[in-house]
């Protein structure tokens, strides 16, 4: 089996004194995993000292996950050793547990049907002579929440919350367990610049009382702000450990693909004529929203968490109702009772979370690549498996779908790659329009380039796209024009010529008193 040596020299000034022993507070030695033909790890070595916050870093399926899911107990290796402050334990959910063994994960995992509270006292249900302790599950539910800078109410029901609620409570969950060991899978993915910073204060305080710290997280700018070291694997095999202070950027992106992305900036089309044209829109949420997209350009909606652009995308697609406003698309208005009146006149819709509203997880990947345009693959109304199965080839093979087995269950892939399947399964429907929303959160710089790319090719060819993303490099990166948006509104148009951080941020902050 491989040796990996270790060096921690960031963590000392964090860590209490304990922690300078050389016994790791986690340590895998050896893994190997294999899903069928698919070998998910070989031989990785892995460990993280007690006190230091450290960096997993990989494309998506590089078998980051599955490294996690091996420590945490939920798989089981088909070689290798996981050891605990010298100990060895057993590859099981039980042992993890009951050796402080805790994960945020990135697919949540929160009951919808019960309150916040409910959802933070699962792993340990407060009782009394078998009954439980009502009080106790709501005093214990506001300390967490408070630690992670969230002012829910204890009795709010999940189903209810934001995607970035959830996520809020998933991470307090798992933080009020104060464990020895605690590893999160993209934790920031849906959360504002202000939840992050909260939350690495939360961080630092764990790993300054000893918590050894597994981070996740394909946003460059947190590993380096976060973590001290990194582990980084690709194809399931150990690459290296750095330590980050010494590790560029460059050199950190090259050790995760294998070589240098090429960077791309905007999408050199010439717009043709206007495709969406949205006029007066209000909803609940929105008010007088007016904008347009021509064919052949992509246009931007930047703003927070909760100024409107979710929402915006929702009323144009059909799922939520609309006050007043007209939505024409090509000149043909049309108002969307459901989504499927929008997919008639060519709008498709890859929504912010791919695993509740994106993809039909426990489906095949072929079935959900079919699911959108299944009228066209079912002439007759009697459904072609010949042109399902080609259909569904077709796509994994332009958007380099890993692995490229159609009849694989879309739950079993990495975030990355269904991300990519929830993105091809509208491409199959020929739309006049895509809205994007948040289309590279959550996946590596891989994945994000492939992504990207796809959508270079569609206004190439022709076709509109709306694209929501709170990153804004990547709104400058891709997009030929820019709306800001603020409390339901638009309160900014900008040419790419005229794009500007600061002028964006300022425009957006000083409508905060409004």
């Not at 547990?97 to 340990?124: F, K």
């Not at 190439?460 to 409390?487: C, N, Q, T, W």
Request: hydrophobic share 45%; proline share 4%; with cysteine.
């Amino acid at each position: 089996m491989s040796s990996v040596s270790v060096t921690n020299t960031g963590a000392a000034a964090l860590a209490p004194a304990s922690s300078q022993a050389a016994v790791p507070a986690i340590e895998v030695i050896g893994a190997t995993k294999r899903f069928g033909g698919t070998q998910a790890l070989q031989d990785v070595d892995f460990r993280v000292m007690p006190g230091e916050i450290h960096a997993l870093v990989g494309e998506n399926g590089s078998g980051k996950t599955t490294l996690m899911r091996i420590i945490d107990g939920l798989l089981r290796p088909d070689e290798g050793t996981i050891r605990v402050l010298g100990a060895e334990i057993a590859p099981t959910a039980l042992a993890a547990r009951q050796h402080g063994i805790a994960m945020v994960h990135q697919e949540l995992s929160l009951v919808p049907t019960l309150t916040v509270a409910e959802n933070i006292a699962l792993q340990a249900i407060p009782t009394r002579f078998g009954f439980l302790r009502q009080g106790e599950i709501e005093r214990t539910a506001r300390q967490a929440l408070a630690r992670v800078g969230c002012e829910l109410a204890p009795d709010s029901l999940v189903e209810r919350l934001s995607l970035a609620e959830r996520q809020l409570v998933e991470i307090a969950r798992v933080v009020q367990l104060n464990p020895a060991v605690m590893m999160l899978d993209e934790p920031t993915s849906s959360l504002s610049a202000d939840e992050v910073e909260r939350l690495f204060v939360v961080l630092r305080r764990l790993a300054a009382s000893g918590t050894a710290i597994v981070y996740v997280s394909h946003r460059m700018d947190e590993l380096y702000a976060l973590c001290e070291s990194a582990t980084i694997i690709r194809d399931g095999r150990l690459v290296a450990r750095v330590q980050l202070a010494q590790t560029p950027h460059d050199e950190l992106v090259r050790l995760m693909v294998g070589q240098q992305l090429a960077e791309r900036t905007g999408s050199d089309t010439i717009p043709g004529d206007v495709c969406l044209t949205v006029r007066g829109l209000t909803t609940e949420r929105l008010n007088d929203v007016t904008l347009h997209v021509r064919s052949g350009e992509v246009v931007g909606l930047a703003g927070l968490v909760g100024s409107g652009r979710t929402e915006l995308a929702r009323a144009i697609f059909g799922l939520d109702p609309l006050r007043q406003g007209t939505v024409a698309v090509a000149g043909r208005e049309f108002h969307a009772r459901s989504p499927r009146d929008a997919i008639r006149v060519g709008v498709a819709y890859v929504p912010e979370d791919r695993g509740r509203e994106g993809l039909a997880r426990e489906l095949s990947l072929k079935a959900n690549l079919a699911m959108a345009a299944l009228p066209e693959l079912s002439p007759a109304g009697i459904v072609r498996r010949r042109l399902v199965d080609h259909s569904a080839k077709h796509f994994v093979a332009q958007l380099d779908i890993v692995p490229p087995e159609i009849n694989r269950q879309v739950s079993t892939l990495s975030g990355g790659n269904q991300q990519k399947v929830a993105f091809g399964k509208w491409l199959a429907t020929q739309p006049q329009l895509m809205i994007l929303d948040e289309p590279t959160r959550g996946i590596d710089v891989g994945a994000k380039a492939a992504i990207r790319e796809q959508i270079l090719t569609l206004v190439k060819h022709g076709m509109a796209v709306l694209l929501i993303s709170s990153e804004l490099p990547e709104l400058f990166d891709l997009a030929d024009r820019l709306y800001v948006m603020k409390r339901g509104r638009i309160v900014g148009e900008f040419a790419r010529s005229a794009f500007a951080e600061q002028a964006i941020m300022r425009l957006w902050s000083a409508h905060e008193a409004d």
